[in-house]
Nanobody, 123 residues
Framework: QVQLVESGGGLVQAGGSLRVSCAAS????????MGWFRQAPGKEREFVAA????????YYADSAKGRFTISRDNAKNTVYLQMNSLKPEDTAAYYC????????????????WGQGTQVTVSS
């Protein structure tokens, strides 16, 4: 079992930056790839970014490329999503998820999920 707790969400103006974090605990968290997904009201949950267990391989949704950066600190069992140049359409609940070793971009490939943290971008 892996437990995931997101933090760092909040309200930010368009063009601003925010970093959300995901703290993992339980089984060897550093053996797990981590992904960030988001869900806006009335929409399906969508992939944002993912990072493999070592941090070497990353994937991004087109909407995140060039603005968001995923990283991890295995000593702290924490994954980060740095979000820059935020837009109102980035408003959503952001969820982190974990799966063994290799990163993936499909929601169904992840075994463990956090409760989410809300990010609201005002125009």
């Amino acid at each position: 079992q892996v437990q995931l707790v997101e933090s760092g969400g909040g309200l930010v103006q368009a063009g601003g930056s925010l970093r959300v974090s995901c703290a993992a605990s339980g089984r060897t968290a550093s053996d797990y790839a981590m992904g960030w997904f988001r869900q806006a009201p009335g929409k399906e949950r969508e992939f944002v970014a993912a990072i493999n267990w070592s941090g070497v391989t990353t994937y991004y949704a087109d909407s995140a490329k060039g603005r968001f950066t995923i990283s991890r600190d295995n000593a702290k069992n924490t994954v980060y999503l740095q979000m820059n140049s935020l837009k109102p359409e980035d408003t959503a609940a952001y969820y982190c998820a974990a799966r063994p070793f290799e990163a993936a971009m499909k929601e169904g490939d992840y075994d463990y999920w956090g409760q989410g943290t809300q990010v609201t971008v005002s125009s």
